[in-house]
């Protein structure tokens, strides 16, 4: 037998199969069958009709896409500045940038907490303030990353064009450097909406509870023994992925940013 | 041939994976699986000779062996040779010291002993697990209700068959345990029963009393009650006196009052919070049942504490409807809930002045604030009554290894044994033989502390207080304190310190002297156990059987908010920009797109 080039794929073929498929397969599995393995749409019907269980995706929502505009509206300028070799002479900047990952990131959320206590920002006055300041330093550098690989890559003579064809700054902005950076946005937005819809630690301990996520829910019904109503909500969250997936899909895979 | 190579190298890799999850076991060893709470039982720090005096492991050439003609092997620490009070032994984990018991105790026989020991974080995650039918646990430890869950899910086999082993550790058992909990006709192990796999709600008996009692399936191993814990020194409590404040969270209304109004935390376990929210919902159908019962008369007691039983643990859904109410009122009013988070807060002491607390967890609490930032902590167990829990043993119905499995238990009940895991875990071990009271007479009485002072009794009693715990050390609930002058140690009633008592001691703690307040003692001991005059108010919670998910959802509920206006109007502010932005894109797109047609044209002309 001759050695293809496809067989490299091999371990990763057998690592999507038994921890992304198989997964998926039992999620939903799980979601349309009642506590016997029959067929049955109570979950559906249970995650439906419990109020609590919209305020909780709507909170979800809202959490997840305040976060992700916070980190572009952060992250953008801050990817832009470390693109240029001017501020960032050799790259120690983005280093810089990217530390906190190297802690764990329950420790960074317990010392967050500290840290908000000690300024008056604490999870029982301002549950939605502390959650948000939390979930946008997690996931800044999943933001900051992508954006800062699209932006090394910016035609520079385009943007200049654009000036020399009498482009304001603010023109050029929209006109040129939006357009170009936009497969890293795209990514950037991923790597965060989705993680922050699903994470409950960093919002059960910055709101001190008063905040509960659908990930929150979804471990809730998993440690009581109600199987199929939490995976019934896996399986919604598996569809607000797919959305938001295929919102995205019209960028061509080559052209996007990122490390991932 | 690669495709071989690559199921080789699978193969040794899934080899060296099960390999890692076995403990050096043969073939001719026997092996029992224990599955317990996380940090749930005793550990050594390491394994080797301890000496006390020395306070450290000791090296090869410090100590001696000696074996008697019994086999049993002592050591002499080559230091303290002549110090009588210097403890020299071997010291490892619970799980080794289990082995060497076992080892010696089946000798004759010839059988060698090993362990596998795991750990699940809630009882849920450990249910789970004999739900699915993969584990094959010998020995597992769980809580109260979820006990009740696996016997009415026949998950559990019973304790003890007729045969002279089993009837032995059965009464081995009965000696070291409290009659409070299990053993006795009215001990609470002996009153709870499984319950029914599917009942009605009109059903006037949701329990299934052929199968047995707890008892019948399972041994306590620690027990609690769920109270508040409060800090007095808390900057929101600065306008209360201590005295007001004890007043204040001697009741669960409390924790409704407008006035400590988000500085508590409770749990994020609806369990816990139900407890508080039934007692309060039915707090005056609870005070008329009151009125029909004699408190004087034990009988009485043990039969009012029946009838709240019941009450405690009504889960139709009208309960549930007025639980749910009372639930929000309670989130409103507090800080948050916890996890996790609550007793070192507690103990910081700056987040949350009061929490709701396990009562192992405030014992913890208690010693660490005084001794970490001076701060003193009380514990409150409410006079509406609370929830009393416990931990216990129980062999899964998979387990083919009774014999070992019960020697285990018996082992674990033993009074050396309970009184190290209860050295190690905080909690209080459900063990009542002498050595454990003299355990808890170390810490709590002060006879014992002041020993050296050469005081007199008159001296001693104007120091304390008596704290009777004998329906713990001596029997059930209708133990009630006859002449609570009459105290003495013998008779488990402690002469506690007083609350505000000023004396203090010198403990090593961190390898530092450090001076700590007696009084601390006393505030501990108010939280290990119960007073005797509540008892009646304690009750245990069921598992909720069919009305699970029905508790789960109404607790979803509790546990969300709606989304508030301002993040609504945020949204839709959001939303107006996005809207605006592409509509401008758009617009701007297809007037460039005339400008370019009008160029093309003005070009071709």
Not at chain 1, 53 to 77: K, Q, R
């Amino acid at each position: 037998m001759k050695f293809k080039r496809k067989y490299l794929a091999i371990p990763y073929a057998i690592f999507l199969s038994l921890f992304v498929i198989i997964p998926i397969g039992l999620i939903i599995f799980y979601a349309f069958t009642d506590a016997s393995g029959h067929l049955s749409f109570d979950a559906a019907k249970n995650f439906f009709s419990n109020k609590g269980n919209w305020d909780v995706l709507l909170v979800s929502l809202f959490i997840a896409l305040e976060a992700t505009a916070l980190c572009l509206l952060i992250g953008f300028p801050i990817a832009y500045f470390l693109a240029n070799k001017k501020y960032n002479k050799n790259a120690v900047l983005v280093m810089l940038f990217i530390m906190p990952m190297w802690i764990n990131f329950v420790l960074r959320t317990t010392a967050t907490r500290d840290i908000l206590f000690a300024i008056g920002i604490n999870g029982g006055n301002y549950p939605y303030l502390a959650t948000l300041i939390g979930m946008v330093y997690n996931y800044l550098p999943f933001v900051i990353l992508p954006l800062y690989t699209t932006m090394l890559k910016l035609d520079k003579s385009q943007i200049e064009a654009c000036a020399d064809l009498g482009a304001n700054p603010t023109q050029v902005f929209f006109k040129s450097i939006l357009p170009q950076s936009l497969p890293g946005i795209i990514s950037a937005i991923t790597m965060t909406f989705v993680p922050v819809m699903s994470s409950y630690v960093i919002s059960d301990a910055l709101s001190e509870g008063n905040i509960a996520l659908v990930g929150n829910f979804i471990y809730l019904n998993f440690a009581n023994n109600q199987w199929n109503n939490g995976s019934f909500m896996a399986f919604v969250l598996l569809i607000l992925v797919a959305i938001s997936m295929f919102a995205t899909k019209g960028e061509k895979e080559e052209n996007r940013g990122g490390l991932w | 041939m690669l495709k071989n190579k690559l199921a080789f190298f699978g193969a040794l890799l899934l080899g060296a994976a099960s390999c890692a999850g076995c403990s050096s076991s043969s073939k001719d060893k026997i092996i029992i699986r224990v599955l317990n709470s996380a940090d749930y039982i005793y550990e050594a720090s390491e394994e080797g000779v301890f000496c006390s005096a020395c306070n450290e492991y000791l090296d090869e050439d410090e100590y001696t062996t000696e074996v008697n003609e019994d086999g049993e092997v002592s050591y002499l620490c080559k230091k303290h040779a002549d110090d009588e009070e210097a403890e020299v032994y071997y010291d490892c984990d619970m799980m080794e010291q289990f082995v060497r018991y076992m080892d010696k105790q089946y000798e004759e026989e010839g059988l060698k002993f090993d362990y596998v020991y795991d750990t699940f974080d809630t009882p849920e995650t450990c249910y789970n697990e004999m739900m699915t039918g993969k584990s094959n646990y010998d020995i597992i430890n769980v809580s109260d209700y979820m006990i009740q869950k696996m016997i009415t899910n026949g998950l559990l086999q019973p304790l003890f068959d007729e045969s002279e082993h089993d009837q032995d550790i059965k009464q081995n058992l009965k000696d070291n345990l409290s009659d409070y909990l299990w053993g006795e006709e009215t001990s609470i192990y002996n009153n709870i029963y499984p319950k029914k796999l599917d009942y009605k709600d009109d059903d006037k008996d949701p329990y299934e009393r052929t199968k047995g009692t707890l008892a019948d399936y399972a041994v306590p191993y620690m027990w609690g009650t769920v109270g508040v814990m409060y800090n007095p020194a808390f900057k929101g409590y600065q306008q209360f006196t201590l005295e007001e404040l004890q007043e204040k969270f001697s009741s669960w209304e409390v924790l409704y009052e407008e006035s400590i109004k988000g500085s508590f935390s409770i749990k994020d376990s609806v369990r816990d919070v139900y407890a508080v929210s039934i007692l309060h919902v039915y707090h005056d159908e609870i005070e008329e049942l009151k009125k029909d019962y004699d408190f004087e008369n034990p009988e009485d007691l043990q039969a009012f504490n029946q009838e709240l039983t019941v009450i405690f643990n009504r889960c139709d859904e009208r309960t549930l409807e007025l639980v749910s109410a009372d639930m929000n009122k309670l989130k409103d009013n507090a800080f948050g809930f916890e996890v996790d988070s609550g007793k070192t807060d507690m103990v910081s002491g700056e987040k949350i002045g009061a929490n709701l607390a396990w009562s192992g967890d405030a014992t913890w609490a208690i010693y660490e604030a005084q001794t970490e930032n001076d701060a003193e902590i009380y514990f409150s167990l409410p006079e509406e009554g609370s929830n009393i829990f416990t931990d216990s043993w129980a062999i899964p119905e998979v387990s083919d290894q009774h014999k070992y499995a019960l020697d285990f238990i018996d082992f674990m009940c033993e009074e050396e044994q309970a009184i190290s895991n209860m050295d190690y875990v905080g909690y209080t071990s459900s063990t009542s033989t002498e050595g454990v009271l003299e355990y808890v007479c170390d810490y709590y009485d002060v006879r014992v502390a002041m020993e050296d002072e050469e005081l007199t009794d008159e001296e001693l009693e104007a120091m304390s207080d008596p704290y009777d715990i004998r329906y713990f050390f001596e029997g059930s609930i209708d133990d009630a304190p006859e002449d609570p002058e009459a105290y003495c140690l013998d008779d488990a009633i402690i002469w506690s310190w007083k609350l505000d008592t000023e004396e203090t001691t010198t403990e090593l703690i961190d390898g530092k002297e450090q001076e700590v307040p007696y009084a601390v003692y006393a505030r501990m001991l108010r939280s290990q156990f119960p007073e005797a005059s509540q008892l009646h108010m304690l009750c245990m919670m069921d598992d909720y059987g069919k009305d699970n998910q029905a508790v789960i959802e109404m607790w979803q509920q509790v546990r969300t908010n709606p989304l508030p206006l301002w993040a609504i109007i945020v949204l839709a502010v959001q939303a107006a920009a996005v809207v605006a932005i592409v509509t401008y894109v758009i617009f701007d797109r297809k007037r460039f797109n005339k400008v370019k047609a009008k160029r093309i044209i003005s070009k071709q002309k």
